[in-house]
């Protein structure tokens, strides 16, 4: 069975870090492109970023390039995001999504709080 | 606003049929496969269709979907209270170099 499970949320002021991370079991992690996708509360799906197997191509949203960078250790099978400079408005829901057709596989997501 | 346009809102009573439609541009639907996500409440999203029409293991054939140039269809037949959720339509943007989603539709099942 796949698993994703995401970790690192929690509540932070403005303009602070936090590091998330998720952690990928029963499938090829490293055959895998993988994204974070966040749901800000009562709202749609927003895509965050992007990172190819092998980490040679990255890619952000406007909303947050410059200010989070993703990366993977397939070695590990995790993938992770850190966030900077944080707004009130990259408080959402973080899910992380894979798998051969793009957003295949989808972990419960983490919450991330950002207030002052 | 979200890049790829979809209804805020369908309804239907049991047993009966609903569309879900999703409409964007050369970029992203008219240019690559469309995929289609179920959110229930209080879930994260799971895949119910991808490559425009196709099922992974475990989705029943009730669900089925459909592209037509820039614009994709997903279709559930004998609907179910169970089915009340949120779907969002999905592809990659080439103009972006990201993932564009639909606003979302809430499915009420009467």
């Known amino acids: 069975e796949v698993q994703l499970v995401e970790s690192g949320g929690g509540l932070v002021k403005p303009g602070g870090s936090l590091r998330l991370s998720c952690a990928s079991s029963?499938?090829?992690?490293?055959?895998?492109?993988m994204n974070w996708v966040r749901q800000a509360p009562g709202k749609g799906l927003e895509w965050v970023s992007y990172?190819?197997?092998?980490?040679?191509?990255?890619f952000y949203a406007d909303s947050v390039k410059g200010r989070f960078t993703i990366s993977r250790d397939n070695a590990k099978n995790s993938l992770f995001l850190l966030m900077t400079s944080l707004r009130v408005e990259d408080t959402a829901v973080y899910f992380c999504?894979?798998?051969?057709?793009?957003?295949?596989?989808w972990g419960r997501g983490t919450l991330v709080t950002v207030s002052s | 606003q979200s890049v790829l346009t979809q209804p805020p809102s369908v309804s239907a009573a049991p047993g009966q049929k609903v569309t879900i439609s999703c409409s964007g541009s050369?970029?992203?639907?008219?240019?690559?496969?469309v995929s289609w996500y179920q959110q229930l409440p209080g879930t994260a999203p799971k895949l119910l269709i991808y490559?425009?029409?196709k099922r992974p293991s475990g989705i029943p054939d009730r669900f089925s979907g459909s592209k037509s140039g820039t614009s994709a269809t997903l279709g559930i037949t004998g609907l179910q209270t169970g089915d009340e959720a949120d779907y969002y339509c999905?592809?990659?943007?080439?103009?972006?170099?990201?993932?564009?989603f639909g606003g979302g539709t809430k499915l009420t099942v009467l």
């Open positions: 999504a894979g798998g051969s057709s793009g957003l295949d596989y």
């Open positions: 029963g499938f090829t992690f490293s055959g895998y492109a």
């Open positions: 990172i190819s197997r092998s980490s040679g191509n990255i």
């Open positions: 050369s970029s992203n639907i008219g240019n690559d496969y």
């Open positions: 490559e425009n029409n």
């Open positions: 999905g592809t990659w943007d080439s103009s972006l170099s990201g993932w564009v």
